[in-house]
Structures are given as structure tokens and as C-alpha cells.
T-cell receptor
Framework: SQKIEQNSEALNIQEGKTATLTCNYTNYSPAYLQWYRQDPGRGPVFLLLIRENEKEKRKERLKVTFDTTLKQSLFHITASQPADSATYLCALAGGFSGGYNKLIFGAGTRLAVHP | GAVVSQHPSWVICKSGTSVKIECRSLDFQATTMFWYRQFPKQSLMLMATSNEGSKATYEQGVEKDKFLINHASLTLSTLTVTSAHPEDSSFYIC????????????FGPGTRLTVT
């Protein structure tokens, strides 16, 4: 069956350290994968998109890797800050709905950055 | 740019009544809008995809007669939960895409529906 898995356990790290979140998937061959940030009671906010032919993407303190052989994406936040505390969702292009790419979301990993 | 709003942000209704949720793209024209539902500590589940002026495409297991979607213009889509029941209580989130590939979706802030 098709699955997207993110660590359900919260990730607690110290301010200034690098946070690394994992997204694994099975039985998908996504053309791209995205990462979103979601705060409690709010909608997701788009962070980064990485395509299947890209190994790595960076944006400021964020870095995403995409290994289509391992079927895994890693999301890194360097020099983490308490303001980075949130739930991070990975989403992949998982087929079509209404003729458009539809996103399949993981359940998210909660990150808590402590001062 | 690329702001999406939802109204209301929360609503409480009695079982058996209908509730309408609006999703608007404020500063761009949305080729496509998507409606998701999210239960606590769970992932967003796509309910349906809507394109302006055409019928929505519903995901498997989503009742189209219960969750009515109208995409009247390039900036407005509405979701009506008809004859709501307590099990429909959830967080409903819309997103909008301004390109035909829908690579990047801009999400609204969500609507918390509680059915008593």
C-alpha cells in the first residue's frame, strides 16, 4: 500500500543546533516533494519544493534533500531558533485529481526548539 | 502576494444543519482550489479539487451530496457541509494554485467546524 511516514514523536532540540526531519514514502514515484510548516490551528505554509531530478535544495537556513532510490527526503533547519517550533509536513505529488497534481501529506513531525 | 482567506475561522452548528465555508484568493486568480480535512494529529486529507466553472472532482470516499463545492469565480470557492453530524467536526482547509501544474499551493488559515 502507499504510505508517507514522518516521525510521529516530537523532535526536541537546543537553540542553535541543526534540526533534521525525515520523510519516507513507499509505493509512490513522485515528480516532486514539498515541505510545509503548520502552526497550531493554522493552515500549512509552503517552504520548499524539490523535484525528482534534484538532489538538494536550499533556502536561507533550510535545506531539503531528495533520494528517490531510498524514497526519502530529509529536511534540515540550521541554527534553529525557538520561532522555528512548529509541525513540519512533507507532501508529495501523488497522482491526479481533476486533471491537476494532488498532494499527499504526511502526518507531520512536531519540532520544539528550546532556548 | 498569494494570500488565501477562509471564512469563518470557526463555526459551531447543531446536528442536521448546513454550514457554508468560503475560500478566497485575495491577490491572485486561482486556476484550481483544493479542499482538505484534517483531524487532530493527522495528516491533511484531500476531499476534492475544484476548477472555476466546472464540477468538482471528489476523492474516493467523500460524499459529493454531503460536501457541496461551488467554484463560482477565479477567486472564490465554497464548501457546504449539508446535514452536518458530529463526525463531520474537523478542521477544513482550502488551498489555491495559480498555475496549471498546481505545483505550489497556497493554503488558507482553516475553518474549525464543531457539530453539536
Amino acid at each position: 500500500s502507499q504510505k508517507i511516514e514522518q516521525n510521529s514523536e516530537a523532535l526536541n532540540i537546543q537553540e542553535g543546533k541543526t534540526a533534521t526531519l525525515t520523510c519516507n514514502y513507499t509505493n509512490y514515484s513522485p515528480a516532486y516533494l514539498q515541505w510545509y510548516r503548520q502552526d497550531p490551528g493554522r493552515g500549512p505554509v509552503f517552504l520548499l519544493l524539490i523535484r525528482e531530478n534534484e538532489k538538494e535544495k536550499r533556502k536561507e537556513r533550510l535545506k531539503v534533500t531528495f533520494d528517490t532510490t531510498l524514497k526519502q527526503s530529509l529536511f534540515h533547519i540550521t541554527a534553529s531558533q525557538p520561532a522555528d517550533s512548529a509541525t513540519y509536513l512533507c507532501a508529495l505529488a501523488g497522482g491526479f485529481s481533476g486533471g491537476y497534481n494532488k498532494l499527499i501529506f504526511g502526518a507531520g513531525t512536531r519540532l520544539a526548539v528550546h532556548p | 502576494g498569494a494570500v488565501v482567506s477562509q471564512h469563518p475561522s470557526w463555526v459551531i452548528c447543531k446536528s442536521g444543519t448546513s454550514v457554508k465555508i468560503e475560500c478566497r484568493s485575495l491577490d491572485f486568480q486561482a486556476t484550481t482550489m483544493f479542499w482538505y480535512r484534517q483531524f487532530p494529529k493527522q495528516s491533511l486529507m484531500l476531499m476534492a479539487t475544484s476548477n472555476e466553472g466546472s464540477k468538482a472532482t471528489y476523492e474516493q470516499g467523500v460524499e459529493k451530496d454531503k460536501f457541496l463545492i461551488n467554484h463560482a469565480s477565479l477567486t472564490l470557492s465554497t464548501l457546504t457541509v449539508t446535514s452536518a453530524h458530529p463526525e463531520d467536526s474537523s478542521f477544513y482547509i482550502c488551498s489555491a494554485s495559480r498555475d496549471s501544474d498546481a505545483y505550489e499551493q497556497y493554503f488558507g488559515p482553516g475553518t474549525r467546524l464543531t457539530v453539536t
